[in-house]
């Protein structure tokens, strides 16, 4: 089965170090999201783009937060500086237009 | 905004038992999918309906789209500790798989 890979799967680093996570979408997906997922918000919408250019990233904080897609087999989600606040469970999902989203697996990050 | 509302939010039964989660909107969809998701992993794809009053059945899991194609419904018959997770339900709009709202999640325990 086709799958989303993300790596790291976890993360620990202190405030106000860099973080970045990767996402490899299913080959053929054309649209690459981001979420956040905590037990207070449930799952947030950061960012996505479509055909590797970004179409949305009102969900996510200007000012620290950052997504790109370098090529089609890479969306990189960068945080700089980190905050505690930023703790959580980062997802990336890929579709196309006759495919439902398609999760990865996540990555677990705590900001101490 | 496309708001879905889930419910109910937490359900706890014994195993054997019959359970329906609920998922209601203002908005119209063209088509709805539904998701589990097991503790440290992405949501994973169930099912996706999209003709007004359709009905999908995944074994014992029975998926219901409402006729005006607002509201989605989910039942699941003769309970498992295999079914625990997190529901969510996510509707996507004119635009095609390309972008959905998720709803609020519904976090079922089966207890054996």
């Known amino acids: 089965d086709a799958r989303v890979t993300q790596t790291p799967r976890h993360k620990v680093t202190e405030m106000g170090q860099e973080v970045t996570m990767r996402c490899q979408p299913i080959l053929g997906h054309n649209t690459v999201f981001w979420y956040r997922q905590t037990m207070m918000q449930g799952l947030e919408l950061l960012a996505y783009?479509?055909?590797?250019?970004?179409?949305?990233d009102s969900g996510m904080p200007k000012d620290r937060f950052s997504a790109e897609m370098p090529d089609a087999t890479l969306a990189t989600l960068k945080i700089q500086p980190s905050e505690p606040r930023d703790s959580a469970v980062y997802f990336c999902a890929s579709a196309s237009v006759a495919q439902p989203q398609h999760f990865g697996d996540g990555t677990r990050l705590s900001i101490l | 905004t496309q708001l879905l509302e889930q419910s109910p939010q937490f359900l706890s039964i014994q195993e054997g038992e019959n359970l329906t989660v609920y998922c209601n909107s203002s908005s119209v969809f063209s088509s709805l999918q539904w998701y589990r998701q097991e503790p440290g992993e992405g949501p994973v794809l169930l099912v996706t309906v999209v003709t007004g009053g359709e009905v999908k059945k995944l074994k014992r899991l029975t998926f219901q789209f409402g006729d005006a194609r607002k509201d989605s419904s989910l039942h699941i018959t003769a309970a498992q500790p295999g079914d625990t997770g997190l529901y969510l339900c996510a509707g996507a709009g004119s635009g095609g798989y390309q972008k959905v709202t998720f709803g609020t999640g519904t976090k079922l325990q089966v207890i054996p």
């Open positions: 783009f479509r055909n590797r250019a970004p179409l949305d």
